[in-house]
Nanobody
Framework: QVQLQESGGGSVQAGGSLRLSCAVSGYTSGSYCMGWFRQAPGKTREGVATIYTGGGTFTYYADSVKGRFTISQENAKTALFLQMNSLKPEDTAMYYC??????????????????WGQGTQVTVSS
């Protein structure tokens, strides 16, 4: 089973940037989807970005973050990153990294993810 630990959250002003990191352990051979999700108070958890690298690279971004956020992972897949630029107050949420068994474009499907980090808070002020 995969263990995930997020870091890099904090408070920034609108227009600023943050880079979230997710340390991954317990990784074994096989195909994994990786992703970032977020949840604001009173809201359901939503997918932000997902990635699969294992024979080509497949990424997916929510419309709300497209062009502003970039998901990437270290080659050994022991770390996942989310570069967040041009942050907006509506980006304020708890951000979670997640992993699940899957491959390719299937990684955009939320049901794939069954391993979760504890979350890191991102707060964007006006």
């Amino acid at each position: 089973q995969v263990q995930l630990q997020e870091s890099g959250g904090g408070s920034v002003q609108a227009g600023g940037s943050l880079r979230l990191s997710c340390a991954v352990s317990g990784y074994t051979s096989g195909s994994y989807c990786m992703g970032w999700f977020r949840q604001a108070p009173g809201k359901t958890r939503e997918g932000v970005a997902t990635i699969y690298t294992g024979g080509g690279t497949f990424t997916y971004y929510a419309d709300s973050v497209k062009g502003r956020f970039t998901i990437s992972q270290e080659n050994a897949k022991t770390a996942l990153f989310l570069q967040m630029n041009s942050l907006k107050p509506e980006d304020t949420a708890m951000y979670y990294c997640a992993a699940g068994r899957g491959y390719g474009t299937a990684c955009r499907q939320p049901y794939i993810y069954n391993n979760w980090g504890q979350g890191t808070q991102v707060t964007v002020s006006s």
